[in-house]
Every structure is written in structure tokens, then in C-alpha cells.
């Protein structure tokens, strides 16, 4: 079951560095990773735009798993969220985690389980298990 992991923060340094180290430890055949920091114009910020055109970018996702760094970005994942079709919505989770650990938590656990409850619990204790 394919699953996508969004990295949204105001620095798309950040989210490529991320990517970047996600990628290199995950199974990617299960797991996609989108980098979504910065504007869509390459400033510092954030853009749910970025955000709603990676889920339109990968229909057959059965879970998309958002993870946001600071203030604005967790709104602008928000407002994504808004601005889906119900169907997208219902597979849509911005989850509470830390951006580096969780994101790295989901995507290692996502690439071996389907289990959505687990792939959530290991994102939301990666900051406390030392991932």
C-alpha cells in the first residue's frame, strides 16, 4: 500500500535535506516523499499550493502523512487540507510529531507496515525513542 509523507516548513533546504536522509534509509516502493518547503517562489515561507498540488501528484496514496515545523506551516497545511476534495481528506493526516523524527519514524515503519494507528504512534514518540 503506497503511502506519501509531506515535509512542509519555510525552508526548502530543510525539507530537501530531509528528503534527502528519509529517502536513503526507507523502502521507497512504499513510501514517496515530497519536500514542500519555501514559497513557490523560493523565499523563505510556506504555500498549502505546494502542498495540495503533492497530493494531486500521488492519487493512488492511501495515506498522506503531513508533517509541518513551525507556526504558518502547520496553517498552511491546515488550509490545504481546506481546500481538497473530500476523498483526498478522508487519507489527509497532519500529524503532531517532530519534522525530522517523525517524518523519519513514519517513513521507516510506513515502508514495513500498512498499519495506519502504528505508523502514527511511532511519528508521535520518535522524539522520545531516540529515532
Given amino acids: 500500500m503506497k503511502k506519501s509523507i509531506l515535509l512542509v516548513s519555510h525552508s526548502k533546504e530543510i525539507t530537501d535535506g530531509i528528503k534527502a536522509m528519509v529517502e536513503q534509509m526507507s523502502q521507497k516502493e512504499e513510501v514517496s516523499i515530497f519536500s514542500l518547503g519555501g514559497t513557490t517562489d523560493g523565499e523563505l515561507g510556506s504555500d498549502p499550493t505546494k502542498i495540495i498540488a503533492a497530493v494531486e501528484a500521488s492519487p493512488d496514496a492511501a495515506y498522506y502523512l503531513v508533517f509541518a515545523d513551525l507556526g504558518s ?8 487540507f481546506d ?9 489527509y493526516h497532519l500529524i503532531d510529531a517532530p519534522l525530522v523524527e517523525g517524518a523519519f519514524a513514519a517513513a521507516i515503519t ?7 494507528e502504528k505508523i502514527v504512534l511511532e511519528a508521535k514518540q ?5 529515532w
Avoid at 506551516?73 to 490545504?80: D, N, P, R, T
Avoid at 520518535?126 to 531516540?130: D, I, L, Y
Fill in 110 to 116: 510506513a515502508g514495513i507496515t500498512d498499519d495506519m
Fill in 73 to 80: 506551516a502547520v496553517l498552511s497545511a491546515e488550509l490545504a
Fill in 126 to 130: 520518535a522524539g522520545q525513542k531516540g
Fill in 83 to 91: 481546500m481538497l476534495s473530500e476523498s483526498a481528506q478522508k487519507k
